[in-house]
T-cell receptor
């Protein structure tokens, strides 16, 4: 079947380098943001989240940065590995009731 | 996530047929969602339910219906399938302390001929 990564912006990264994936969100009232990773043939999996009262949050090898002034969210992956190859989605919560609005996704391809 | 299961995983059907996609969860979450995913379009919300007696339309509910049979079960029906409903369908759940985080099932690939 057709890959969900087809037609998406693609970031090609050398193994071991850092990756930065960017996302512009639409609603200034959004108070919660989340990054998901989707590998081929699987459902999206949670990576990291951040609330609007923070501008940075770190996880294991991942960091999310939030710039509310320009409505921009980024995901940084340190020391990118082949297993990081996937489609990455950002999502925002503009409705205040657990509904999430997803971005279109970014494909990351790690070159060994 | 093995806590959220979807059946069937793949289905091919013909235009006009009625199709039901099933979702079950063992996470004890009260909130469940159905999304469709098309190449280059991300995930779009079809319907969501915050408890057994609560059903809400999402962005693209036309042509779909849902049933929340129990807290753990949420099914999606296509009353009369059409080719542009060919897509990947995902069920998700949320609840508990991290109520904003949604946990996704493995997906159902539906093809309507």
């Amino acid at each position: 079947g057709e890959s969900v990564g087809l037609h998406l912006p693609t970031l090609s990264v050398q193994e071991g380098d850092n990756s930065i994936i960017n996302c512009a969100y639409s609603n200034s009232a959004s108070d919660y943001f989340i990054w998901y990773k989707q590998e081929s043939g699987k459902g999206p999996q949670f990576i990291i989240d951040i609330r609007s009262n923070m501008d940075k949050r770190q996880g294991q090898r991942v960091t999310v940065l939030l710039n509310k002034t320009v409505k921009h969210l980024s995901l940084q992956i340190a020391a990118t590995q082949p297993g990081d190859s996937a489609v990455y989605f950002c999502a925002e919560s503009p409705y205040g009731n657990n509904r999430l609005a997803f971005g279109k996704g970014n494909q990351v391809v790690v070159i060994p | 996530d093995a806590d959220v299961t979807q059946t069937p995983r793949n289905r091919i059907t013909k235009t006009g047929k009625r199709i039901m996609l099933e979702c079950s969860q063992t996470k004890g979450h009260d909130r469940m969602y159905w999304y469709r995913q098309d190449p280059g379009l991300g995930l779009r919300l079809i319907y969501y339910s915050f408890d057994v007696k609560d059903i809400n339309k999402g962005e693209i509910s036309d042509g779909y219906s849902v049933s929340r049979q129990a807290q753990a079960k949420f099914s999606l029906s296509l009353e009369s399938a059409i080719p542009n409903q060919t897509a990947l369908y995902f069920c998700a759940t949320s609840g508990g302390p991290s109520y904003n985080e949604q946990f996704f099932g493995p997906g159902t690939r539906l093809t309507v001929l």
